[in-house]
């Protein structure tokens, strides 16, 4: 496609239900990221996969998040259990290569607005 | 470890005059640095980067951002503000020693133009 491309763009849902949220890189980008974002806390990196490699699960705040990403193109951010705290916005993005560590410029899509109710 | 400073939370600037949105930075080797703005309910979009040669970087929508080594700063600049201008910047840095896998963002700056 011509961005990436994520959905749900907005998601209201029931504290400890859980969650998928959806991220459809631009075409031809091998390294893709889940950032999170909210109120008062800035952008927060979550998790990166590059190519075939393991992905850098480094952000992750807790063990209810996970992301896999399959074919090496869609990949899905799951957050079981959900809590009131997780409520923020989640921006997937994609980039060229070995992403911005070589210079690459890393292109994010409109997030999923998530809120725990 | 690498990180990155937006000294000031808000910037107001009238319409027509230059605008300056600060950043510093500290990460271990050579950096690379973005910049990015966010409009009200929307994702990040790029503006511009540095990742070597010229100190003066120019981007979209008549940005332009000097990289400065010695004072490990990379200050975003416009000759000329627009109130379309009025938004969230974000600077973030990658590269160095510290690993090339994520960009580290600064807490933004929210630029307000006043017509």
């Known amino acids: 496609g011509a961005g990436v491309s994520q959905s749900p763009s907005n998601k209201v849902t029931e504290k400890g239900k859980d969650v998928e949220l959806r991220c459809d890189p631009i075409s031809g980008h091998t390294a893709l990221y889940w950032y999170r974002q909210s109120l008062g806390q800035g952008l927060e990196f979550l998790i990166y996969f590059q190519g075939n490699s393991a992905p850098d699960k480094s952000g992750l705040p807790s063990d209810r998040f996970s992301a896999e990403r399959t074919g090496g193109s869609v990949s899905t951010l799951t957050i079981q259990r959900t809590q009131q705290e997780d409520s923020a916005v989640y921006l997937c993005?994609?980039?060229?290569?070995?992403?911005?560590?070589?210079?690459?410029?890393?292109?994010f899509g409109e997030g999923s607005w998530l809120t725990v109710v | 470890a690498q990180s990155v400073a937006q000294p000031e939370d808000q910037v107001n600037v009238a319409e027509g005059n230059p605008l300056t949105v600060k950043c510093t930075y500290s990460?271990?080797?050579?950096?690379?640095l973005f910049w990015y703005v966010q409009y009200p309910n929307r994702g990040l979009q790029f503006l511009l980067k540095y990742i070597t040669g010229d100190n003066l970087v120019k981007g979209s929508y008549g940005f332009e951002a000097e990289f400065n080594k010695s004072q490990t700063s990379f200050h975003l600049k416009k000759p000329s503000a627009l109130v379309s201008d009025s938004a969230l910047y974000f600077c973030?840095?990658?590269?160095?020693?510290?690993?090339?896998?994520?960009?580290?963002f600064g807490a933004g700056t929210r630029l307000a133009v006043h017509p």
């Open positions: 990460v271990s080797g050579n950096p690379y």
């Open positions: 993005a994609s980039s060229l290569g070995r992403g911005s560590g070589s210079g690459n410029t890393i292109y």
């Open positions: 973030a840095v990658n590269g160095g020693t510290g690993g090339y896998n994520k960009l580290i």
